[in-house]
């Protein structure tokens, strides 16, 4: 029988906890990046933990429901969800609260809790930051959101020739399917063959419904499908040759590409170190997003950041809007290399105050903090000393003043 209380420092699964110096780094980074977003000109909104359960996951996919935790509110029986994600929750406000016919620049940052991780690893408590603009549906929101989300992963650290944005558009694949005449299930086997990146599979089903299916401006959906699943890489050629394969595919195909260059010449100009990925077969959040879709990811392959255009996901509250933005997990980011120096060796310039004069000096103690001085004052009955709380000044009273001199 396992005896519970030798097991009571442990943490649940995917859930973490921040000791000091770590703890700081993240405090840091979010202080800069929420200074950051208020000069682009971004609103601070700040949504609640909790909400019921239909406005949480109103204009998500099933992957956001299966990821929330749900209860019952005592003081009416209806059911809650702990927020999962803050997208949906700033949709709403913008939407229902804020209700302006104008451009909204809102960002947020907060704890949310998952019902499981993403991946081997991952937590299942991040401390979600993120971007939403609203009101806005050209590719000039989308450059500005992704500028946005590179300016505040440099500020980790990560220099942009460090950086990969992996970038597709739904569009393509949304005008592909809508002109073929596919029926709803087979085009869910579909979906999920190419989301597991299945050529073979893929190709299965499309020849065992290829009489069935509409040509597409005489290009059999097929072959386009096909294509699709070969156009990944480097952006400049990617784009270049899915103009050239998919020439029969329509005009909704051609706007989609058209939407994606622009947006990545805009990028490019801003920030020409940044390595772009183009994927178009890359699906993730279909049923949810509605136009490109983007992941910035380091050199070694971890995912810093992702987002992409939503319109309409304001129609369950009565506005549809124009909608993109992007999030990630700020303990990720800010942990994500190893700083310069740690913050320990930054605290070394704190101050000491020896118990015997604390209660004398509180005035001047007072005086020293509001200038910005970190002050530690000892303990009565303590052994601590200067040298274990990294403090390499003290502060000492001579001819009835007081002075602040180098430890030792």
Known sequence: MIDLRTNRWQLPDGVNELLP????????????????????????????????????LTGTGEKLDL??????????????GIRADMTPQVARMDAHALQSDQPNRLFYTGSVL????????????????????????????????????LDNVSLSGITSECLLLDVGHVG????????????????????????RGSRPE??????????????????????????????????????????????????????????????????????????????????????????????????????LSRGGRYDAIGEAFGRARPATGFSGDLISLALARQPSHSLAAESASAIWVSSEIAEQALEFIGELRSKGERVIVALPGSTATPESNSCKRELLQRNGSYIVESCG
């Not at 100009?269 to 890359?282: A, F, I, R």
């Open 21 to 56: 110096d770590d703890a700081w780094r993240v405090e840091f980074l979010r202080r800069q990046v929420m200074d950051n977003a208020y000069r682009w000109g971004y609103e601070l909104v700040m949504p609640p933990m909790i909400e019921y359960l239909e406005s949480l």
């Open 67 to 80: 990821q929330t935790f749900k209860l019952i509110d005592q003081h009416n029986g209806r059911s809650l």
């Open 114 to 149: 998952r019902a499981r991780t993403d991946s081997a690893g991952s937590s299942r408590t991040p401390l979600q930051f993120g971007a939403e603009l609203f009101g806005h549906p050209g590719p000039e929101s989308d450059a500005e959101i992704i500028r946005l989300m």
């Open 172 to 195: 393509v694949y949304r005008a592909l399917i809508s002109e073929a005449g596919i029926d709803i299930e087979f085009e869910k086997k579909l979906f999920a063959a190419l989301v």
């Open 202 to 303: 893929v190709q299965a089903l499309l020849l065992e419904a290829q009489g069935s299916l509409v040509p597409v401006s005489g290009l059999r959906l097929s072959d386009s499908i096909s294509a699709l699943m070969l156009l990944s890489g480097e952006s400049e050629a990617v784009l270049a040759k899915a103009r050239s394969v998919l020439a029969g595919a329509g005009q909704a195909v051609t706007s989609a590409l058209d939407n994606l260059q622009t947006v990545l010449k805009k990028v490019t100009l801003s920030h020409p170190d940044v390595q772009l990925h183009v994927d178009l077969s890359e699906l993730r959040g279909f049923a949810y997003h509605t136009g490109i879709l983007f992941t910035l990811y380091d050199q070694t392959g971890l995912e």
